[in-house]
């Protein structure tokens, strides 16, 4: 007797590592987005271009900074200078070195609009970042729902191939004792194709569903735990709306894209102002001119440079910058009034999805009653088989609501969330 305690305590130890493994290998939504987030090519791209922006924004800062070039020269040849100096050939090897240095004191603007172009794409990317990664996380979501929608659907409709075949089956037997019309026989026939072909879109859209989730996640698409309820989500329109216009990655992209065209616009009309600079310069030359020659020299000065007829160039540039900022405040305005549209869709669609999916359940449940209702009632010969083989396809289309109503409701919740430009 002891000995069998033992064995199953020893049993039971064994079993709660494997349940809890079990446990810990189903996948709830929230792994499924972070799985996607940190393999999705796209969400590395986002990344990476937000990296080169920030890197554009130092290069830009940078000129502010001063310069030091250091160039230098060496060959190996033959002078004659023709008896110059009582000179003749001779072999030489001449050489010069230079070292500048050289600070920007006056740019006329053309540095600052430099650097605020780069900043503004830098705003740009990193909402072209938050963009990518909520597109993301609304696909995952889609995704993760319609695998779970799936799975249930297979189910649904596998249990009315087998509950059809088994009324058209009881129907046979009846036609064949007298009992009841070939009628019977023939819409349980008519019900079981019905239910054979929507298996087999179910089991096709299965598959489908299964191949994105495991593009997306990286996943596996098994053991997938019930979709959860919705995120924290704003209260009321108003809410959503002020958080949109504040943060909504589509409108920020926009409005960085005004910023920059400004910032372009102050750069072209900067050149037609002149540039001043500090310089130092130091340089030593041999064997330049003659053979033996040296010569030293360092300078400290102030450079200017003024272009003071380009042509038509510079006011080409002006006529062209002011022209991409005006495109640039059209594309603004009609982003605000896009993302203004897109936020109270988004936010009507979470409301009527929680709605939708609270009466599938109701239906669900109601046509479940009845289904069990009208079995018994068919089974003591109150109902024909027909009124039972609508009671089945009924349920089971009220379940298969059910099932998509749930997913439409985590889904449009998402989708909110991208469009007030939550962070994920």
């Given at each position: ?8 305590r ?12 079990a ?15 940190s ?50 050939r ?50 995952v ?53 019905e ?21 997306l ?6 053991e ?10 704003p209260?009321?329109?108003d ?70 007829f ?26 605000r ?86 962070k994920f």
């Amino acid at each position: 007797m002891k000995r069998l305690q033992s064995s199953a305590r020893l049993a039971l130890w064994l079993a709660v590592p494997l349940a809890l493994a079990a446990s810990a290998h189903a996948a709830t939504l929230e792994d499924a987005l972070a799985s996607a987030l940190s393999h999705a090519p796209e969400v590395a791209a986002a990344d990476a271009d937000a990296d080169a922006a920030a890197s554009r924004v130092d290069a830009a800062r940078a000129e502010h900074m001063p310069t030091a070039t250091l160039t230098g020269t060496i060959g190996y040849g033959r002078l004659d200078p023709g008896g110059f100096f009582g000179l003749g050939r001779a072999d030489v090897t001449p050489r010069a070195a230079q070292v500048a240095i050289e600070q920007p004191l006056f740019t006329g603007g053309r540095v600052g609009a430099g650097v605020d172009r780069a900043r503004a794409g830098m705003a740009a990317a990193e909402a072209g970042k938050i963009g990518t990664r909520s597109q993301l996380v609304v696909a995952v979501t889609q995704a993760y729902g319609d695998v779970l929608m799936t799975a249930q659907l297979v189910d649904l409709y596998g249990r009315l191939v087998a509950e059809t075949t088994e009324i058209g089956r009881q129907a046979e037997l009846k036609f064949k004792a007298g009992e009841s019309p070939s009628t019977d026989v023939a819409q349980a026939s008519a019900r079981l194709a019905e239910a054979r072909a929507a298996l087999a879109r179910a089991q096709g859209m299965q598959v489908s569903a299964q191949a994105r989730f495991r593009d997306l996640t990286g996943l596996e698409p098994a053991e997938l735990q019930p979709l959860p309820a919705n995120p924290a989500l704003p209260g009321t329109l108003d809410e959503a709306m002020d958080s949109a216009m504040a943060a909504n990655p589509m409108l920020a992209q926009a409005e960085a894209g005004l910023r920059a065209a400004q910032a372009a616009a102050r750069g072209a009309r900067a050149e037609r102002l002149p540039t001043v600079g500090a310089f130092a310069e130091a340089a030593t030359v041999r064997d330049q001119f003659f053979p033996g020659y040296r010569g030293d020299s360092a300078t400290v000065g102030i450079r200017a440079r003024w272009q003071i007829f380009g042509g038509g160039r510079v006011s080409g540039r002006i006529a062209e910058s002011n022209s991409a900022v005006r495109a640039a405040d059209a594309r603004v305005r009609a982003a605000r009034q896009q993302t203004e549209e897109q936020v109270i869709a988004a936010f009507q669609d979470v409301r009527t999805a929680q709605l939708v999916e609270q009466a599938s359940d109701e239906q669900t449940a109601a046509a479940a009653k009845a289904l069990e209702s009208v079995r018994q009632e068919v089974r003591v010969g109150m109902k024909p088989q027909l009124d039972l083989l609508d009671a089945e396809r009924e349920a089971t289309a009220a379940a298969a609501a059910a099932a998509r109503a749930s997913t439409d409701r985590i889904v449009a919740a998402y989708r909110l969330l991208a469009m007030i430009g939550r962070k994920f």
